[in-house]
């Protein structure tokens, strides 16, 4: 998706207050870090180096005394003193010397037998010297001490100041990432809900939870670290760009090459990591998937004894994986460190030819505070550089991840709606009726039948006849092609999903309990169902001596998928669920099949109480079941081939009469 940086983008731009404050705290703690250079600048320029200036004889009390002479410096000292006299003092390797004189030119210094020689080029000049006692280059570096504190006084507060900005910045960027990722998996938890159906038929569990989960991780790192480590490295990189044109504008229009270098690294990088994080991402999906499938069907694996094999599966899924993830961790490793140390160097030599090879002449142009500073801001540019190169594989798994997440909120949705509609009687009409999954094949053939309130119509048929398709229509889990559809004559798809669905109830062959309490699992956590009325429903349906064999009641805590229950618990909250609702539609979807004869007593009785008064499909596996429906139809290849109650199919001696004697036989063979 080309669209992943602007939408990445408009999430944040959810939270930019916070952000642009977060900006400004970074770039006022910046301010604050990069004035270090200068500050040090000026103390070695201005206060260490700055003894070497002239120093104006005066005969009032000045700020340096020399063997009863007082002397000011020249550039403090106020009036004309081309008069006066002026002395200079030189550093010569460790010792310091006093010349009455001032020099017009400076270079390489050397003392010899009380004269010193300096030499620039061609040029040579030679004074007579006066070495310093260390008390008396003392007197002239003592005025200079007071200004040193303040300096340095200055650039602790400084140093704090930075400190405090980046606690915050750093506080409010990471506060706006976990909430921008918050947003973004509610969104995309709430996007997995509104999806048709039939998405979930083609994309494994196991994949959309790895993308709700994984993915968004992947893509809070971005927010948490990516960006803030560009945001800050930017910010630097602009400031310390800034310093160095102030320093030395050509130096630093040379340093400006770094900027497409690292704009041609960033394409290079994002085409070969860009390829190997999308196959990192797509096996990581496919592993989850497997393990989740494999965890569920552990009975069967165990059962078949498949574990070897699904290992093997498992094993070459989990080697794709490490396989792409080593070519990621060889490209890294082989650029992102060896890159910015190559730059360093490169930035180094440019440097040293740049000072040392004649260019300039260190002393008339560059000042060793220059120097400092040129080669502190240097190495502060390189950090920032560091940062981005470090970043730029978590930035690639970001977008890929970004991609992926995107890719299943664009999917075509189905809007919540809020629409109600008066509680349906119950008529049920089909009239001519086609439906397929898949293009033209369709499953269900020009079915036309009618069903009264409060009748119970039962489907029977071969597996593949029909029958579920039949309920997956009518609940608008998938929409038919042809014909019509009508409840109390109004047409289902002149209403919303939403408001079809709140006066139907649907029961399972397994049904689905969540994890969470038995009370959870009956009201569906609708706060207008109270307690009261849950226990009712129970009762009803017959599950008041479960409930009381638990130790917690209907408090009793409910695993995953209700493992700790046995089917006919389960089956039993299912109908406590569908009679709690009290629909006008009700939908049983073989129901008792996975049931033992005694519960299936308890259930029958559980569905007498739970179809009064109410329409009802029942979708029939054992046929013993439906006897008392009002009408049983029996679909073959997705058509409606008899239909009565079940006197009159006995009576024709059809397709309905040879399945039931099948299956009444097989009851008195296993009974026997």
């Known amino acids: 998706m080309k669209d992943v940086g602007k939408r990445l983008f408009r999430y944040a731009l959810q939270f930019k207050r916070t952000i642009i404050i977060a900006l400004i705290f970074l770039s006022i703690a910046v301010a604050a870090e990069l004035t270090g250079p200068f500050i040090a600048k000026t103390m070695i320029d201005n206060h260490i180096l700055g003894i070497e200036r002239a120093w104006v004889e005066t005969e009032e009390a000045g700020e340096a005394s020399y063997q009863?002479?007082?002397?000011?410096?020249?550039?403090?000292?106020?009036?004309?003193?081309?008069?006066?006299?002026?002395?200079?003092?030189?550093?010569?390797?460790l010792m310091y010397y006093l010349m009455e004189d001032t020099v017009s030119f400076d270079g390489q210094r050397v003392v010899e037998n009380g004269v010193l020689t300096i030499r620039q080029g061609d040029d040579i000049a030679t004074y007579p010297v006066a070495a310093l006692s260390?008390?008396?280059?003392?007197?002239?570096?003592?005025?200079?001490?007071?200004?040193?504190?303040?300096?340095?006084?200055?650039?602790?507060?400084?140093?704090?100041?930075?400190?405090?900005?980046h606690y915050y910045q750093t506080y409010m960027l990471?506060?706006?990432?976990?909430?921008?990722?918050?947003?973004?998996?509610?969104?995309?938890?709430?996007?997995?809900?509104?999806?048709?159906?039939?998405y979930f038929d083609h994309l494994p569990a196991g994949k959309i939870v790895s993308r709700i989960t994984n993915d968004t991780e992947a893509i809070r790192e971005l927010y948490v670290r990516v960006l803030a480590t560009f945001f800050t490295s930017v910010i630097y990189m602009t400031g310390i760009f800034i310093a160095l044109f102030l320093l030395d504008a050509t130096l630093a229009a040379y340093t400006l090459l770094l900027i497409p270098?690292?704009?041609?690294?960033?394409?290079?990088?994002?085409?070969?990591?860009?390829?190997?994080?999308?196959?990192?991402?797509?096996?990581?999906?496919?592993?989850?998937?497997?393990?989740?499938e494999n965890i569920q069907g552990m009975s069967l694996v165990k059962a078949f004894g498949r574990e070897k094999e699904v290992e093997g599966e498992f094993?070459?899924?989990?080697?794709?994986?490490?396989?792409?993830n080593n070519k990621l961790l060889t490209l890294n490793a082989s650029t992102s460190f060896n890159l910015v140390n190559l730059l360093r160097n490169i930035t180094f030599v440019g440097m040293i030819w740049y000072f040392g090879g004649g260019a300039l002449g260190v002393g008339s142009i560059v000042s060793m505070g220059v120097l400092y500073a040129f080669v502190d801001y240097i190495n502060r540019l390189f950090e920032p550089v560091q940062g981005i190169v470090n970043q730029l594989a978590q930035l690639e798994e970001a977008r890929i991840a970004g991609e992926r997440v995107f890719k299943l909120m664009v999917e075509p949705g189905?809007?919540?709606?809020?629409?109600?509609?008066?509680?349906?009687?119950?008529?049920?009409?089909?009239?001519?009726?086609?439906?397929a999954y898949e293009k033209e094949d369709y499953v269900l053939k020009?079915?036309?039948?009618?069903?009264?309130?409060?009748?119970?119509?039962?489907?029977?048929?071969?597996?593949?006849?029909?029958?579920?398709?039949?309920?997956?229509?009518?609940?608008?889990?998938?929409?038919?092609?042809?014909?019509?559809?009508?409840?109390?004559?109004?047409?289902?798809?002149?209403?919303?999903?939403?408001?079809?669905?709140?006066?139907?109830?649907?029961?399972?062959?397994?049904?689905?309990?969540?994890?969470?309490?038995?009370?959870?699992?009956?009201?569906m956590e609708d706060p207008t169902i109270s307690r009261e009325e849950i226990m009712d429903a129970l009762e009803k349906v017959g599950a008041s001596d479960m409930i009381k064999s638990?130790?917690?009641?209907?408090?009793?805590?409910?695993?995953?998928?209700?493992?700790?229950?046995?089917?006919?618990?389960?089956?039993?909250?299912?109908?406590?669920?569908?009679?709690?609702?009290?629909?006008?539609?009700?939908?049983?979807?073989?129901?008792?099949?996975?049931?033992?004869?005694?519960?299936e007593e308890v259930i029958q009785k559980a569905l007498d109480v739970v179809k009064e008064g109410r329409t009802t499909f029942v979708i029939a596996h054992r046929l013993s079941t439906i006897r008392q429906a009002d009408q049983i139809l029996v679909l073959d290849h997705g058509e409606i081939v008899e239909r009565g109650n079940h006197g009159e199919l006995m009576v024709e001696k059809g397709r309905y009469y040879h399945m039931y004697q099948l299956q009444a036989g097989a009851s008195q063979q296993s009974a026997s």
């Open 68 to 93: 009863g002479r007082e002397f000011i410096r020249s550039d403090r000292f106020e009036g004309d003193s081309s008069n006066l006299n002026q002395v200079q003092i030189f550093q010569v390797g």
């Open 134 to 165: 260390p008390g008396e280059v003392y007197q002239f570096f003592q005025p200079e001490v007071r200004y040193l504190i303040l300096l340095m006084g200055g650039y602790f507060l400084l140093v704090l100041i930075s400190a405090l900005f």
């Open 174 to 198: 990471q506060t706006s990432a976990n909430k921008i990722i918050k947003q973004m998996r509610e969104d995309v938890f709430s996007k997995v809900h509104h999806l048709p159906i039939n």
């Open 261 to 292: 270098i690292l704009i041609v690294w960033m394409i290079f990088y994002r085409k070969y990591a860009g390829k190997f994080n999308r196959v990192i991402r797509e096996r990581l999906s496919d592993i989850n998937g497997k393990i989740n």
């Open 315 to 324: 094993e070459k899924l989990n080697k794709e994986h490490y396989k792409y």
């Open 414 to 435: 189905i809007a919540l709606s809020d629409e109600k509609v008066d509680r349906f009687r119950g008529d049920v009409t089909f009239e001519n009726v086609s439906f």
């Open 446 to 523: 020009d079915i036309s039948f009618s069903a009264k309130q409060g009748e119970t119509v039962a489907f029977v048929g071969h597996t593949g006849s029909g029958k579920s398709s039949m309920m997956n229509i009518l609940f608008r889990f998938y929409d038919h092609q042809k014909g019509k559809i009508t409840i109390d004559g109004v047409d289902i798809h002149s209403m919303s999903k939403q408001a079809l669905r709140e006066h139907m109830a649907i029961v399972l062959q397994d049904p689905f309990l969540f994890t969470g309490t038995i009370a959870s699992n009956v009201s």
């Open 550 to 599: 638990l130790p917690k009641g209907i408090d009793e805590e409910v695993k995953e998928k209700g493992s700790t229950l046995s089917a006919g618990q389960r089956q039993l909250i299912s109908f406590a669920r569908a009679l709690v609702f009290n629909p006008p539609i009700l939908i049983l979807d073989e129901a008792t099949a996975n049931i033992d004869t005694e519960t």
